[in-house]
């Protein structure tokens, strides 16, 4: 096909520079308009155009367009401030005081995030990711069921892990795809620390996977508009002082029943 297009081009030149056209099929050349061949060149320049534009429509096809990585970073910064600030102030903190956090523009934060829907999502979806890479980093540096779920449980609080439940709890789609499939993986890994951790004996039995989440929630957390100067300090101390109280042997008899999966998607 592209030989062709190549040769009918050339034909149409080679009768631009004489003024002749070949009339079909009779490979007799003959004068058009007054000899000057500007029909021809025309025409000559229409087929030159073809034959370009069908061997670039492929590239051109091909071409995917990536963000720049300013744009990405600032995407980043956002979601990075926002996730602190839903901790610090709760889930309804002014978009401006993000973007003041993040250190962008308002344009800037609406570009990416056009209302405060798509950016709870975002920080949701990725609070729930990270926490769960802590959880697999866990398990492969600790030999120690334990020390693995100590380790991620830390890792856990540095995420903000605390910041998904105010926002999770107000108007907000929580059985979008992306989100479900991001909190099963997430569950999935936690139940994997905590199984293991029993079955080598190192973990009460009285307490599931819902007993850790909830307590990782609330302690994580503060209270929203305080806004306490230097809370991340006491945060790991009582964190460690939780995991010490998930050791064996118990030292006492926990009222109620083990928190579950199912206790907290029904709640």
């Not at 007054?34 to 429509?57: I, L, M």
């Not at 003041?100 to 999502?121: I, K």
């Not at 599931?208 to 989440?213: E, F, N």
Request: proline share 4%; net charge neutral.
């Amino acid at each position: 096909m592209g030989v062709a297009v190549k040769t009918v081009a050339k034909g149409a030149a080679q009768a631009a520079v004489t003024g002749n056209t070949a009339q079909p099929g009779t490979g007799r050349a003959t004068r058009t308009g007054n000899g000057t061949g500007s029909a021809t060149r025309a025409d000559t320049g229409r087929v030159a155009e073809a034959a370009a534009g069908k061997s670039a429509a492929p590239t051109a096809s091909c071409r995917v367009a990536r963000p720049r990585a300013d744009a990405l970073r600032n995407r980043e910064r956002i979601v990075s401030a926002a996730r602190e600030l839903f901790v610090e102030f709760g889930p309804d903190v002014a978009l401006d005081d993000v973007a003041r956090r993040a250190g962008v523009g308002n344009a800037t934060l609406y570009r990416n995030f056009p209302d405060r829907a798509a950016l709870t999502h975002e920080v949701v979806l990725a609070v729930t990711s990270r926490t769960t890479l802590r959880a697999e980093e866990a398990v492969a540096a600790e030999s120690d069921p334990f020390a693995a779920l100590s380790r991620f449980v830390h890792a856990a609080a540095d995420e903000r892990i605390g910041a998904l439940c105010p926002m999770i709890s107000g108007v907000f789609d929580r059985d979008h795809p992306d989100l479900l499939a991001e909190r099963d993986r997430l569950e999935e890994a936690v139940a994997g620390l905590v199984t293991r951790a029993q079955s080598a004996g190192r973990l009460r039995t009285d307490i599931a996977v819902g007993d850790v989440l909830v307590a990782l929630s609330q302690l994580t957390r503060p209270l929203p508009g305080i806004a306490c100067q230097g809370i991340d300090r006491f945060t790991h101390r009582h964190l460690q002082l939780f995991l010490d109280g998930l050791e064996t042997p118990a030292r006492s008899e926990l009222p109620g029943s083990a928190a579950t999966l199912e206790d907290l998607r029904r709640s």
